[in-house]
């Protein structure tokens, strides 16, 4: 009998700030799209792009209600007007 070995994949975690994650997926992305995006990601390999992504989406919807509160403050600031 011959044993086969399978293959493992290996998820590398990525250490990331909330800036870096708003970022790679984008301001003002609705939960149903990001999550969808991470859906689809996690079949087969992935290129290095999209393992950031992947990790990114992951960072978002496990603090969603700070990423809000992030994209709230990104477009406060870039429509603010100087005094």
């Not at 293959?7 to 939960?31: H, L």
């Not at 969603?64 to 403050?73: F, H, L, R």
Request: positive net charge; contains cysteine.
């Amino acid at each position: 009998m011959k044993i086969v070995p399978t293959k493992v994949s290996f998820i590398r975690r990525i250490i990331m700030t909330m800036d870096e994650a708003c970022k790679i997926v984008g301001y003002n992305t609705t939960q149903h799209a990001t999550r969808n995006m991470t859906i689809a990601l996690q079949f087969g390999r992935n290129t290095e792009e999209e393992e950031s992504r992947l990790q990114a989406g992951l960072f978002l919807l496990r603090r969603w209600k700070k990423y809000q509160q992030a994209c709230n403050d990104y477009r406060d600031n870039k429509f603010r007007r100087a005094v």
